[in-house]
C-alpha cells in the first residue's frame, strides 16, 4: 500500500462528482470540498510539501484557476516565488500565449516571459488532468521561457482521456486520485 494511501482515501471520500456540468455528458469531479476541509487541506499540502521539499524547486507553477488553491500553499512551504499561468487576457507586460483545447472548449493560456529565468526548476500543479490540454499547453509555456520542469502534478486524473500523453516525454507526472 502506497504510503499516502490515507490521504487517497479521504480525498475520495469529499470530492464529488456532478453530472452534466458545465455540459451535457461531462460528469464534473469537484475538488472544493478538499479546500473546504482545513484538516485534508493541511494532509494534502504537507504530501506536496514532502514530496518536493528536496528537489531543488527554484519556482512553483500554478494553472488558472484551480491549480493554485494547491500551488500557492506549496510555494509557501518551499520559500519560492509562485507563478501563474493564467487564461488570456489577464496579466500584463510582455507574455507568451497559447491556445489549446479541453474537455469541454477551447481556450487560450499565457505567462509573463520574466516570471521564470531560463534554467529554473519548476513543479506544475493542478486540480485535474482530463484530456491533457491546459498541461500540454502549460508546458509549452514553460518550454519557451526555458523552465526545467521537474514534474506535473494533480490531485485527480481521468485515466480515460489519457491527457497524460500531452505532458513532454521525460517530464514525471503524479496524480492521487485516478477515475
Ligand atoms: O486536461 P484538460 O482537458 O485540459 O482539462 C483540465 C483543466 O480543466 C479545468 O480548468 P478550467 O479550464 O475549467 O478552469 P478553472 O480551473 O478556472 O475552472 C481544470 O482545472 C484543468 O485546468
Ligand atoms: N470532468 C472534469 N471535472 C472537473 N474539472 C474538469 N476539467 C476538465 N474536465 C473536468
Known amino acids: 500500500?502506497?504510503?499516502?494511501?490515507?490521504?487517497?482515501?479521504?480525498?475520495?471520500?469529499?470530492?464529488?462528482?456532478?453530472?452534466?456540468?458545465?455540459?451535457?455528458?461531462?460528469?464534473?469531479?469537484?475538488?472544493?470540498?478538499?479546500?473546504?476541509?482545513?484538516?485534508?487541506?493541511?494532509?494534502?499540502?504537507?504530501?506536496?510539501?514532502?514530496?518536493?521539499?528536496?528537489?531543488?524547486?527554484?519556482?512553483?507553477?500554478?494553472?488558472?484557476?484551480?491549480?493554485?488553491?494547491?500551488?500557492?500553499?506549496?510555494?509557501?512551504?518551499?520559500?519560492?516565488?509562485?507563478v501563474p499561468i493564467r487564461k488570456g487576457g489577464k496579466l500584463p507586460g510582455a507574455t507568451y500565449k497559447i491556445e489549446y483545447a479541453k474537455e469541454y472548449g477551447k481556450d487560450s493560456l499565457e505567462i509573463q516571459i520574466e516570471a521564470i529565468k531560463p534554467g529554473q526548476r519548476v513543479v506544475v500543479l493542478d486540480d485535474l488532468l482530463a484530456t491533457g490540454g491546459t498541461i500540454g499547453g502549460a508546458c509549452q509555456l514553460l518550454e519557451k521561457v526555458g523552465a526545467v520542469i521537474v514534474a506535473c502534478e494533480f490531485v485527480i486524473e481521468l485515466v480515460d482521456l489519457d491527457g497524460k500523453k500531452q505532458i513532454p516525454q521525460g517530464v514525471k507526472y503524479n496524480s492521487l486520485l485516478k477515475y
Do not use: C, W
Request: aromatic share 12%.
Open 1 to 82: 500500500m502506497a504510503q499516502h494511501q490515507g490521504l487517497v482515501e479521504k480525498l475520495d471520500k469529499v470530492v464529488r462528482q456532478y453530472p452534466d456540468f458545465p455540459q451535457k455528458g461531462i460528469l464534473f469531479r469537484d475538488v472544493h470540498p478538499i479546500m473546504s476541509d482545513p484538516a485534508i487541506r493541511k494532509e494534502l499540502q504537507d504530501y506536496y510539501a514532502t514530496q518536493y521539499q528536496a528537489q531543488d524547486i527554484d519556482v512553483v507553477v500554478g494553472l488558472d484557476s484551480r491549480g493554485y488553491y494547491f500551488g500557492v500553499p506549496l510555494a509557501d512551504r518551499l520559500n519560492v516565488p509562485f
